[in-house]
């Protein structure tokens, strides 16, 4: 069984998270078993899974692994299911009922805003109208999370639930604001009949890791485990006890310095996992070049695989070409998170330089924020005086829909892996314009046929490609058809077949072990 390993699954994908679904389809058109796994808990995990239109049996989740709540049909619980005593005076209000006796606040219970018959949480007091416990409902349908609160208010113990209502897992924070991270202890409570107390939840993803590899191994199947959130998981997976094949995966470049990639600092999501290196049992890199850097700076033991994390389906590889008087004229799209490496503020910059040249030019950026680059970029727009020019579209799902109403698409990061956003334009025929940085843009766009490369931080450079794109017909024309003959090297068999090493070599691993034991 292979796992994609990541913290979590939200309705609102990063591009990892988008990755490791395509992938997974991948998988599952080639008969190859294969889930994803996250270790975070979540109690709208069933929505996001539903937002994917993925199914239960598509994922491992840690913290239902050990509450036995992996395949829960769901329920609805109501206000009414709290069969309060008459006693109790029960008053609606907005979103939330309150619950009082005597005129003094017991209970506050809020539902849900997409299923307002549904409750989302109960909230406790005590006489002195402190909180003193949260009880707070899994989309499922059943109370799945307790917090018991100081005086202050501070979250002092968490307590996870079965779906019949039993406690099977308890931690401990002392700090004043909860963070999973400063978990000073945790345990699993009648696990086979025994509780289990850890120092923090790396221990414990370590044994959630160690005993699903037993019971696959139990059912005869061998695990194969592909870190994808790497800052996340890798302590768990370094010091796990139990056989697998562990395999690091790079998304991003893994040097902080993208011009000195063989001395520079660590990228920090990947620092730890590469300072074990020896520890895996191969490191996948998504081009060519990265691969032979990290062989170079680390050594070539373990293996570092080529697997281009774009895949372009062959749904989309089979549709007709988007012709270009289909498409609104003007529009450039970027896809890029609102953060600082997205260098947002240098694409606000190209188009004021831009528009100058090409009046009807506008630049639609679709992405959610996850620092304040979003607040910094909003602003630059208006100080520049862009608001008719620049639009933040925040996420959206239909990106189809984006890209076959583009004229073409820009990139500005300051570091990459292989940018999904630049394969998924080029796969629908969108002329690309990228800084030409470690790692990607090269290995996808081919310069003056499909797409221009312009020196990292060139502003100047970037805004005279996209104006002698934008400024003729033909010539957009004639890079999209290139786009799309260029798409066919990350189609879905073409993929698949950089897969097969790394699975042949799994399989080796396996097998030796095999032969030891016997």
């Given at each position: 069984?292979?796992?994609?390993?990541?913290n979590?699954?939200?309705?609102?994908?990063s591009g990892?998270?988008?990755?490791?679904?395509?992938?997974?389809?991948?998988?599952?058109?080639?008969?190859?078993?294969?889930?994803?796994?996250t270790?975070?808990?979540?109690r709208?995990l069933s929505?996001?899974?539903a937002?994917?239109?993925?199914?239960?049996?598509?994922?491992?989740?840690?913290?239902?692994?050990?509450g036995?709540?992996?395949?829960v049909?769901?329920?609805?619980?109501?206000?009414?299911?709290f069969h309060?005593?008459?006693?109790f005076?029960v008053?609606?209000i907005?979103?939330?009922?309150?619950?009082t006796?005597n005129?003094?606040?017991?209970?506050?219970i809020v539902m849900?805003?997409?299923?307002p018959d549904?409750?989302e949480?109960a909230t406790?007091?005590d006489?002195?109208?402190r909180?003193i416990?949260?009880?707070?409902?899994?989309s499922?349908?059943?109370?799945?999370?307790?917090?018991?609160?100081?005086?202050?208010?501070h979250?002092?113990?968490?307590?996870?639930?079965?779906a019949?209502?039993e406690p099977?897992?308890?931690?401990y924070h002392?700090?004043?604001?909860?963070?999973a991270?400063?978990?000073?202890?945790?345990?699993?409570i009648?696990?086979h009949?025994?509780?289990w107390?850890?120092n923090?939840?790396?221990e414990?993803?370590?044994?959630?890791?160690?005993?699903?590899?037993?019971?696959?191994?139990s059912?005869?199947e061998?695990d194969?485990?592909?870190?994808?959130?790497s800052?996340?998981?890798?302590?768990?997976?370094?010091?796990m006890?139990?056989p697998?094949f562990?395999v690091?995966?790079?998304?991003?470049?893994?040097?902080?310095n993208s011009?000195?990639?063989?001395?520079?600092?660590?990228?920090?999501?990947?620092?730890?996992?590469?300072?074990?290196?020896?520890?895996w049992?191969?490191?996948?890199?998504?081009?060519?070049?990265q691969?032979e850097?990290?062989?170079?700076?680390?050594?070539?033991?373990?293996?570092t695989?080529?697997?281009?994390?774009?895949?372009?389906?062959?749904?989309?590889?089979?549709l007709?070409?988007q012709?270009f008087d289909?498409?609104?004229?003007?529009?450039?799209?970027q896809?890029?998170r609102?953060?600082?490496?997205?260098?947002?503020?240098?694409?606000i910059?190209?188009m004021?330089?831009v528009?100058k040249?090409?009046p009807n030019v506008?630049?639609?950026?679709?992405?959610?924020?996850?620092d304040?680059?979003?607040?910094?970029?909003?602003?630059?727009?208006?100080?520049l005086?862009?608001?008719?020019v620049v639009?933040?579209?925040?996420?959206t799902?239909d990106?189809?829909?984006?890209?076959n109403?583009?004229q073409?698409?820009?990139l500005t990061?300051s570091?990459?892996?292989?940018?999904?956003?630049l394969?998924?334009?080029?796969s629908?025929g969108?002329?690309?314009?990228?800084?030409?940085?470690?790692y990607?843009?090269?290995?996808?766009?081919?310069?003056?046929?499909d797409?221009?490369l312009?020196?990292?931080g060139?502003?100047?450079?970037?805004?005279?490609a996209?104006?002698?794109?934008m400024?003729?017909?033909?010539?957009?024309?004639?890079?999209?058809?290139?786009?799309?003959?260029?798409?066919?090297?990350?189609?879905?068999e073409?993929?698949w077949?950089y897969?097969q090493?790394?699975d042949k070599?799994?399989?080796q691993f396996?097998d030796?072990?095999?032969?030891a034991?016997?």
């Amino acid at each position: 069984m292979y796992y994609f390993i990541n913290n979590n699954i939200t309705v609102k994908q990063s591009g990892i998270g988008h990755a490791q679904l395509k992938r997974l389809e991948l998988f599952k058109k080639y008969k190859q078993p294969a889930k994803l796994m996250t270790t975070d808990y979540n109690r709208f995990l069933s929505d996001a899974l539903a937002a994917h239109n993925l199914k239960a049996t598509d994922i491992v989740n840690l913290f239902d692994f050990f509450g036995g709540t992996e395949t829960v049909s769901p329920r609805k619980f109501g206000i009414d299911d709290f069969h309060f005593p008459s006693r109790f005076d029960v008053k609606k209000i907005d979103d939330h009922y309150d619950v009082t006796e005597n005129g003094r606040l017991n209970c506050r219970i809020v539902m849900r805003k997409d299923k307002p018959d549904s409750v989302e949480s109960a909230t406790y007091f005590d006489a002195a109208k402190r909180i003193i416990q949260g009880d707070f409902w899994d989309s499922r349908g059943f109370r799945a999370l307790q917090q018991l609160y100081d005086r202050d208010g501070h979250i002092r113990v968490r307590r996870l639930l079965t779906a019949n209502g039993e406690p099977f897992y308890e931690s401990y924070h002392y700090g004043k604001k909860f963070d999973a991270n400063d978990t000073t202890l945790c345990r699993l409570i009648n696990y086979h009949g025994t509780d289990w107390e850890f120092n923090g939840v790396k221990e414990l993803t370590q044994f959630f890791l160690d005993e699903l590899v037993k019971r696959d191994r139990s059912r005869d199947e061998d695990d194969v485990l592909i870190s994808d959130a790497s800052l996340a998981d890798a302590w768990a997976l370094v010091h796990m006890r139990q056989p697998a094949f562990k395999v690091m995966h790079l998304h991003n470049n893994h040097s902080n310095n993208s011009d000195d990639v063989m001395h520079g600092g660590l990228n920090f999501n990947y620092e730890y996992s590469l300072n074990n290196f020896n520890q895996w049992q191969g490191i996948i890199a998504p081009t060519a070049s990265q691969a032979e850097d990290v062989a170079k700076r680390f050594g070539d033991r373990p293996k570092t695989y080529v697997v281009p994390v774009g895949i372009v389906p062959d749904t989309l590889m089979a549709l007709p070409k988007q012709p270009f008087d289909k498409r609104q004229p003007g529009k450039i799209v970027q896809i890029a998170r609102l953060s600082h490496e997205k260098r947002i503020d240098h694409a606000i910059k190209i188009m004021a330089k831009v528009v100058k040249e090409v009046p009807n030019v506008t630049l639609d950026i679709y992405g959610y924020a996850n620092d304040d680059s979003g607040k910094i970029a909003k602003k630059l727009v208006r100080d520049l005086q862009l608001q008719k020019v620049v639009s933040f579209k925040g996420y959206t799902t239909d990106m189809d829909a984006v890209y076959n109403g583009a004229q073409l698409s820009i990139l500005t990061s300051s570091a990459e892996g292989l940018p999904l956003s630049l394969i998924e334009a080029q796969s629908h025929g969108l002329p690309l314009v990228s800084y030409d940085i470690n790692y990607g843009p090269r290995d996808i766009i081919n310069d003056g046929k499909d797409g221009y490369l312009i020196k990292s931080g060139d502003i100047d450079g970037m805004a005279a490609a996209v104006v002698k794109l934008m400024t003729s017909d033909s010539l957009r024309a004639h890079f999209s058809d290139a786009a799309y003959q260029a798409r066919a090297k990350y189609a879905e068999e073409s993929v698949w077949q950089y897969w097969q090493q790394l699975d042949k070599d799994a399989r080796q691993f396996f097998d030796k072990l095999k032969e030891a034991a016997d």
